[in-house]
């Protein structure tokens, strides 16, 4: 299969394509490498990578037919970001897919839109949804006004554009919703590489933000090989689906098991999480199991070891 990979560069994107590379695809990836890295392990892949602006419809009309995949990973993501600038995170997100959405039609292959879990957070933390949740629950933005909602939004509207416009102009489309993917090369915005980074260092006292907290962390093999079926599944196309690992974990305990790996015991400084984050977080993958038999494989601690020894050894900053 031809396949191509917008945003293939980043964290899940990499992933992804060696995946697809060992499944005997033909691989493109495209990427303006805001995020997604110029490294090793993406130089030793045997891909095509094009540098290009995918707000910029011209990065579209170059890129000539006759592909039987087509992947949208492309996005301003993380907490940091959103925060710092969200007006851009609402401009790439919403561009970037519009365009592609306006070059997509049939014969230029079956689309994967990734969104997140942070599309329905607003109905769990109003009482509008039960934990684990499922892919029908009301999707509520608390605040309009506020940083933090501005990449739920646009995830939001990337949705609904996936789903209207496959169906006006003819070709599949799958959306999954990602739920706490974690693992080797995610930059170190994120808990899990946050946390081995800094234990890593020593820090004493170790701050920890939100121990009560809980979530449902997914290891990386685990979400591509959910991405891969749900494309390879018919009654997937039109569907939103639910991707992640529904085995819930305490912040406080994820917190001990990389102090643990890391080998040290320091003091604790507990503190409240950042204001708008979800108190939990767990999907419902009875959708995913009963559309692709779908199971995690990667345990919690195996998964952490591999991330904590990567960033020990690999992290360059």
């Known amino acids: 299969m031809r396949t191509l990979l917008l945003g293939g560069a ?4 990499l992933h992804l394509a060696r995946r697809l590379l060992a499944d005997g695809h033909e691989v493109t990836v495209v990427d303006d490498f805001s995020r997604g890295r110029r490294d090793d392990a993406l130089a030793g892949l045997a891909v095509e990578v094009r540098s ?4 910029d419809p011209a990065a579209y009309d170059a890129l000539e037919p006759g592909w039987d995949q087509v992947f949208m990973l492309a996005a301003v993501v993380g907490v940091r970001n959103v925060e710092s600038d969200p007006a851009r995170v609402l401009r790439v997100n919403t561009l970037a897919l519009m365009h592609l959405l306006d070059w997509m039609g049939p014969g230029r292959g079956r689309l994967f839109f990734a969104s997140t879990s942070e599309a329905y957070a607003g109905a769990v933390s109003t009482g509008l949804a039960a934990v684990p949740t499922g892919e029908d629950v009301p999707l509520v933005i608390e605040d309009v006004g506020s940083a933090r909602h501005t990449y739920a939004i646009s995830k939001l509207l990337g949705e609904a554009a996936v789903l209207h416009t496959a169906r ?9 919703r990602f739920h706490n993917v974690y693992g080797p090369r995610m930059g170190a915005d994120h808990v899990i590489p946050e946390l081995s980074l800094r234990a890593e260092r020593g820090e ?3 701050t ?4 009560d907290q809980s979530r449902a962390f ?3 093999d685990d979400a591509v090989e959910a991405v891969v079926r749900l494309m390879a599944e018919p009654r997937a196309a039109g569907r939103i689906v639910h991707i992640g690992n529904d085995a819930e974990t305490n912040i406080g305990d994820l917190a001990k098991l990389v102090l643990r790996i890391a080998g040290t015991n320091p ?3 507990h503190v409240p999480a950042p204001p708008g984050s979800v108190a939990r977080r767990c999907p419902d993958l009875a959708l995913l199991r009963e559309l692709t038999g779908y199971e995690p494989r990667v345990a919690l601690e195996d998964g952490v070891r591999r991330t904590y020894t ?6 360059t900053g």
Do not use: M, N, Q
Request: charged share 20%; glycine share 14%; aromatic share 20%.
């Open 310 to 315: 990567w960033y020990r050894e690999s992290w």
């Open 204 to 206: 004493d006292p170790f």
């Open 168 to 176: 006006a102009k003819g070709f599949e489309a799958v959306i999954g």
């Open 52 to 55: 290009a602006d995918l707000t």
């Open 10 to 13: 980043g964290f899940i994107g």
């Open 208 to 211: 920890l933000y939100g121990a």
């Open 218 to 220: 997914c290891h990386v």
């Open 267 to 269: 003091e604790i400084r």
